[in-house]
């Protein structure tokens, strides 16, 4: 095969496009992408070979005059494109590793500021049943009271208005709470892909 078809460049390619395309083609070749396939790995040792032959410009002058292109790939070359696809590689998995380490603060965070919120929930909520609590007390001496009908009313009405707001409460407490079991999830999936 020919070196440029196994890099996908044209013959007068420069020298960023053949970088570009090598270095696309060993990301998707890296186990990472490809798995444990064995044509993957024979693949990359093709692609490293015409990377090699056409990095080096004297190699690849020479190439136009001769067509057994893998004899121009010197052991030393082929070691500067390990090398090179090697840094690469490490790049990328400390730029993957940097970007998890920010999601997770980002979660321990929200985390943080979900649990404050749940806090000040129960605080009201607690708040909220003393108030029905009294409320309670309260109706029951305006029930011993005749003639009190109308303020009866207003004090049930008063009652379900605190209800509805207790109810709502326990509503954002429950999707508080899902929130941080899914954060949970979350996190310990992140930490389990950094390991």
Do not use: C
Not at 53 to 74: F, G, M, P
Not at 137 to 152: I, K
Request: charged share 40%; glycine share 2%; aromatic share 6%.
């Amino acid at each position: 095969m020919d070196p440029y078809e196994v890099l996908g460049v044209a013959r007068d390619a420069e020298i960023t496009d053949i970088k570009k395309a090598y270095k696309d083609l060993a990301m998707k070749l890296h186990p990472d992408k490809s798995g444990s396939n064995p044509r993957a790995l024979e693949q990359m040792k093709l692609v490293n070979e015409a990377y090699a032959v056409l990095s080096n410009k004297k190699v690849r002058v020479t190439l136009e005059e001769d067509t057994d292109w893998k004899e121009h790939s010197t052991t030393e070359d082929k070691e500067k494109v390990w090398e090179e696809y090697s840094k690469q590689v490490e790049d990328y998995y400390r730029q993957v590793q940097k970007y998890l380490e920010e999601q997770l603060r980002g979660i321990q965070s929200e985390r943080a500021r979900l649990s404050g919120i749940e806090q000040e929930l129960r605080r009201k909520e607690d708040q909220l049943r003393k108030r029905e609590t009294d409320l309670e007390v309260q109706l029951q001496a305006l029930n011993l009271t005749r003639g009190q009908e109308a303020r009866l009313r207003e004090r049930e009405d008063f009652i379900a208005q605190r209800e509805a707001e207790l109810d709502e409460l326990m509503r954002l407490i429950s999707r508080s709470n899902s929130i941080a079991v899914s954060l949970s999830q979350a996190s310990k999936a992140v930490r389990m892909r950094t390991k």
